[in-house]
């Protein structure tokens, strides 16, 4: 994998922001994908073991995202200013709709295997290797499943920039910073305590799990590899922040889990709850305007918006912002751009290609159209 480039270094070896300013103008936004899918819940695999293939139906999110985008950016595409590389190869199981011969994989014990023996892990280092190899130093531009390979994108980024020089922006439901077993131990508790819990204490997949690299704990493991510095973090529109009756609770269990998010704030993360997008949107460009660093990246989930503005994801266990509001929220950090800080990549993830672009009673899902905008106004100002 590449390192630092060395053409951006003073002579003592630090990394030079004036000349990573050059050219900038120059760099080329490059789409690639990754359609990885090892969601293990018992839906999921349900839905890959039924799931028929339709004729006009998506395999690969990246698809998905670029038939909505690419009208607006043939222009771009014509000038050579950006490319499309197409999606990083993974074992047909391991996809949104496995072929029938996969069928006998599709299990729970399969899918638990991969993640506890840090498969996302691998996966996201393929995903750092690409874009070393084969982006920079241009603006890559991730369309994926797991967000667990945000981490691989984004380490290349910080070897090639500096991470004293590189920001982290994540729009999400979920603060991905919890570690397996302080998430199993709160889980456990709920299944014990809570008469409406969907969990069963008698679950073996509840026990005993190594705090592997995943989608719910990759920023941990950012953080705790010091690729990113907590206060060049900023988590924007978190539904599972702890409520404060749950910093009353003595369980241990509970303590372990609210103590991950106290403690991302007393380390100097930045992190807006969904609550206060909602009642108090202008917070999102007061709080962003602390940025400093030269280049920032940025990761939407677009589980921001379940079971609102949209339902083409894998997690939809809370309800996320409308349209309006996501807008806003992409505006926002748009703004941000100027003569310097700049783009350094971003990504969108945790689309569901067998919901995504879906009709429904209340019409067509708008996945695919939204997560085009959100690109258009983040990556090209549009």
Known sequence: MNKINKNNLTSD???????????ISDKKILFFGCPMDCDEKYDSLQEKLHMVHGPDEFDDPLDGVLDCLVPDLQLDLDMDKTQILGSLPIPSWLGPR????????????????????????????????FVSDQILPNIPCMVGIDHSLTGGVYSALARQYGKENLSLIIVDSHTDAVPMSA??????????????????????FLYNRPDSYNASSFVD?????????????YIIGVSDFPEKKSLRVKDKRIKNYTNVYMNLKRRGATII?????KLNPQKISGLLKKISTSHVYVSIDMDIGANNALEGVRFRNWKGLDQSKIYKIADAISKLFTDSIHLAGMDICEIDPRRAGSIGPLGKDLTYEIAAKLIKKIAFNR
Request: proline share 5%.
């Open 221 to 233: 493991n950012l953080i705790t590899e010091k690729l990113v510095d907590p206060k060049n973090l």
């Open 183 to 204: 998430l199993a131990g709160a889980i456990q508790y709920d299944a014990e305590v809570n008469p409406s819990s969907v969990h069963d204490t008698n679950d073996p």
């Open 13 to 23: 070896g630090i990394v030079d922001r004036k000349r990573l300013m050059e050219n």
């Open 98 to 129: 496995p072929g029938f011969k996969d069928r006998s994989s599709i299990t729970t014990e399969n899918f638990i295997s991969f993640i506890d023996n840090n498969g996302c892990k691998k996966m996201a280092e393929l995903a750092d290797q």
């Open 273 to 277: 709850t969904k609550k206060e997008c």
